[in-house]
Nanobody, 115 residues
Framework: QVQLVESGGGLVQAGGSLSLSCVAS????????MGWYRQAPGKQRDLVAS???????NYEDSVKGRFTISRDNAKNTVYLQMNSLKPEDTAVYYC?????????WGKGTVVTVSS
């Protein structure tokens, strides 16, 4: 089992920045890919960014150049630095951790970007 706890959400004005963190605990040795998903009101949950244990990253097109995902394996933590935030980035952001067996989800942290 893997437990994930996100932090760092909040309210920010358009153009501002926020940094999200997610700490993993439990069977962390089994984690390969970690990522961030988001779900805006009335919309489906979509991938924002992911990073493998080796550091390879993947981004959703709308956040490329604005968001940066990083990972500190020693601290069992994945980060999402979000710059140049837009109102359309408003959503609940969820941390994920993939093992061979399944994907684990955090409870989410709310990001609200005001115009």
């Amino acid at each position: 089992q893997v437990q994930l706890v996100e932090s760092g959400g909040g309210l920010v004005q358009a153009g501002g920045s926020l940094s999200l963190s997610c700490v993993a605990s439990g069977s962390i040795f089994s984690i390969n890919r970690m990522g961030w998903y988001r779900q805006a009101p009335g919309k489906q949950r979509d991938l924002v960014a992911s990073i493998t244990s080796g550091g390879s990253t993947n981004y959703e097109d709308s956040v490329k150049g604005r968001f940066t995902i990083s990972r500190d394996n020693a601290k069992n933590t994945v980060y999402l630095q979000m710059n140049s935030l837009k109102p359309e980035d408003t959503a609940v952001y969820y941390c994920t951790a993939d093992t061979m067996e399944r994907r684990y989800w955090g409870k989410g942290t709310v990001v609200t970007v005001s115009s």
